[in-house]
């Protein structure tokens, strides 16, 4: 008999089976043996699959049985990041498949899809199976690799796709890049139906985007520094879902950041184009302003736009234009970002700021806990086509016990995640996860502060 253990009196949030209510949940050998509903969070909530939630005590029959009091906490399926970088091969003075991982559980996340701007690129099974063998050896978490689309992300010839679909590749993107050649682009879409997986598009025009640094407006004029009109990314917004409503394919577009992007999206879903999207906390929490003392750890790619994009994707998030949240975790190496803001590299550290910033919006009542769940487990769940983000019986045990109520203060320096660069350093954020298991894997860090 195997290990179990029992998740006593916690608040279940489990969009997947209707769930939203007290009960206890019985792990052993990694799966969910049993969940039990002892009363609903609401009489008035009506608890969709009574039939999983009987009312009988959980049948404890494993020796060697872990108690955790989840009384008060929220009980919530793994959460899953379809948009991190874990540097490794070849970056691992940034990060590594073992601290991203970690990086991941500590955020509250039991998956993550890794893109493929590795060194060498992942544009060919050899790398992703490296990946897959990394992550059995040191990952804490799933991961699921995301292969290029195009050969050492140069926008010039497509990829092995079905190879590296093969060898376990979920989906493809250039990201970090853009497929410039709308050829290229409508190719891979239509390579996409056939693998029944999404093109992750990072929409970026080069040509418009012109080296600029940040977002363009009077602020760029006033810091010196170059700007990214929206445009750029609007133009290849637009360019891709004109070719996903040609090709039939399968377009996920990623971090959305501009108010424009939101509108072309919300359009084309109405049109019935398959078209899914994703923004990431940092263009729902902060502004442009974040770089106005040249602060290198707010440059990120696509750039931190104005007020008014803000409140559009907030819109889009409320309104179910934009799908999912996920991170774009990209960490650097400290010494990187030292450099001038010109010269630095973009990204944001992502993975363990994402559940606490994410919880505002439920906070400002955009969205309910089980919606959050919905874009941060469940729909990047149903578009990789993940069979998971669910706590239903013979599932992996992948959960996240989270404390709405507690305050914690981002201290980079503690990052699980080699990269320690964020913009909301400092920041006091509400709601945190205290336990993630993985696997039946219990990491606890603060139960036992
Ligand atoms: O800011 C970013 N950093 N955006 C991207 O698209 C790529 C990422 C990276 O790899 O550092």
């Known amino acids: 008999m195997g290990s179990s253990i029992l998740i006593k009196n916690g608040h279940i949030i489990d969009p997947s089976q209707g769930i939203d209510g007290v009960g206890d949940i019985l792990i052993e050998d990694g799966k969910i043996k049993e969940i039990k509903k002892i009363r609903s969070s609401e009489d008035k909530k009506k608890i969709k699959n009574e039939e999983i939630l009987t009312s009988q005590p959980l049948n404890l029959l494993s020796p060697q049985l872990k108690i955790i009091d989840a009384a008060g906490l929220y009980v919530l399926p793994g959460l899953i990041d379809m948009h991190t970088h874990l540097r490794e091969p070849g970056f691992e003075y940034k990060e590594t498949i073992k601290t991203g991982t970690m990086a991941a559980v500590m955020g509250g996340f039991t998956a993550l899809c890794c893109m493929p701007n590795t060194n060498p690129v992942n544009d060919n099974e050899t790398v992703t199976e490296f990946i897959l063998r990394r992550t059995y ?3 804490a978490c799933h991961v699921y690799p995301v292969g290029a689309i195009t050969k050492g992300q140069t926008g010039e010839e497509l990829a092995e796709l079905g190879m590296m679909h093969d060898a ?10 853009p497929v410039m050649n709308g050829l290229i682009m409508r190719r891979a879409l239509e390579y996409s139906r056939i693998f029944n997986v999404p093109i992750i598009s990072h929409c970026e025009d ?3 985007s012109e080296s600029g640094v940040m977002n363009e407006g009077s602020l760029s004029t006033i810091l010196g520094l170059k700007g ?4 750029s990314e609007e133009v290849m917004v637009a360019r891709d879902i004109i070719l996903a409503g040609l090709t039939r394919g399968r377009l996920h577009i990623a971090h959305v950041s501009t108010a424009g992007s939101v509108e072309l999206i919300r359009r084309a879903k109405n049109d019935g184009v398959d078209v899914t999207a994703e923004t990431c906390p940092h263009y729902f929490s902060i502004t442009e302003d974040a770089v106005k003392n040249y602060d290198t750890n707010a440059k990120v790619t696509p750039p931190l736009r104005t007020q008014r994009d803000v409140e559009a994707i907030k819109e889009g998030l409320r309104d179910g234009t934009i799908d999912v949240i996920a991170t774009d975790h990209a960490p650097h190496h400290r010494d990187e970002k030292l450099q ?5 590299p973009s990204g944001i550290s992502g993975l363990e700021t994402a559940l606490g910033l994410s919880l505002r919006l439920v906070e400002e009542g955009i969205l309910t806990i089980s919606q959050l ?10 578009i990789l086509g993940l069979n998971m983000a669910t706590l239903k019986v013979g599932a992996d045990a992948d959960a996240v016990i989270m404390d709405i109520n507690k305050e914690f203060k981002v201290e980079s320096k503690k990052f699980a995640s080699m990269g320690k660069n964020t913009p909301f350093d400092g920041w006091v954020l509400k709601g945190m996860p205290v336990l993630t298991i993985c696997k039946g894997k219990v990491f606890d860090w603060m139960i036992d502060e």
């Open 228 to 231: 990214i009109p929206s445009a």
């Open 373 to 382: 769940v919905e874009k941060m487990a469940i729909n990047p769940a149903r």
């Open 168 to 177: 376990g590749c979920v989906a493809f993107s250039d990201d970090g890049r």
């Open 340 to 344: 001038e803001f010109d010269r630095a």
């Open 206 to 208: 080069l040509d418009l």
């Open 137 to 139: 050896a040191e990952g």
